[in-house]
């Protein structure tokens, strides 16, 4: 199975400030159709995940525009350009290219 | 879109369990469906995948040959049939839409407790 190896783990951060997420595969998340099947999702304290990217830099629907995804190779990366209250909690990123899907250990988002 | 799980509960080792989730807003059998879970505290676990049709499954190991994933497109339910619980399968259970490489929507989970 493929590992998805998040950093850190635990993340203080000062509201208003940037923040960033490193999560990297285990290998290449390069699919035989070209698309790169990365994504992340964030998990508020009591509530289900929610997707916030997909294949690697696609926001979703009603997704500020403050989160971001890149990659570089099996290197992945969630910024935040200011962070807000409501974004405290975990982040996970998730590969969908290769079977089973598998998850990053998750990063906790809390205020410093 | 909405998931919504039940059937979770506490059960003793060795127990079994029916997990359903109701799906709405979509047209489910275009759809393959997913379990995933969350022990406590801790992160995310894939279990199970059923195809739109029902006719291709994949299970985790650690859950293989105890669990049965199926789906009901006439009723527009997934299920999940837990056999032989061991304590380490108590987490919440959420049921989650597929979408080419990704989990487009979540149910708010069951939780399954296993305890003597």
């Known amino acids: 199975d493929v590992v998805m190896t998040q950093s850190p783990l635990s993340l203080p951060v000062t509201l208003g400030q940037p923040a960033s997420i490193s999560c990297k595969s285990s290998q290449s998340l390069v699919h035989s159709d070209g698309k790169t099947y990365l994504n992340w999702f964030q998990q508020r304290p009591g509530q289900s995940p929610r997707r916030l990217i997909y294949k690697v830099s696609n926001r979703d629907s009603g997704v500020p525009d403050r989160f971001s995804g890149s990659a570089s190779g099996t290197d992945f990366t969630l910024k935040i350009s200011r962070v807000e209250a409501e974004d405290l909690g975990v982040y996970y990123c998730?590969?969908?290219?290769?079977?089973?899907?598998?998850f990053g250990q998750g990063t906790k988002l809390e205020i410093k | 879109v909405q998931l919504v799980e039940s059937g979770g509960g506490v059960v003793q080792p060795g127990g079994s369990l029916r997990l359903s989730c109701a799906a709405s807003g979509f047209t489910f059998d275009d759809y393959p469906m997913h379990w995933v879970r969350q022990a406590p505290g801790k992160g995310l676990e894939w279990v199970s995948l059923i195809s739109g049709d029902g006719g291709t499954t994949y299970n985790a190991d650690s859950v293989k040959g105890r669990f049965t994933i199926s789906r009901d497109n006439s009723k527009n339910t997934l299920y999940l049939q837990m056999n032989s619980l061991r304590t380490e399968d108590t987490a919440l259970y959420y049921c989650?839409?597929?979408?080419?490489?990704?989990?487009?929507?979540w149910g708010q989970g069951t939780l399954v407790t296993v305890s003597s």
């Open positions: 989650a839409q597929d979408q080419s490489g990704s989990y487009l929507s």
């Open positions: 998730m590969q969908g290219t290769h079977w089973p899907y598998t």
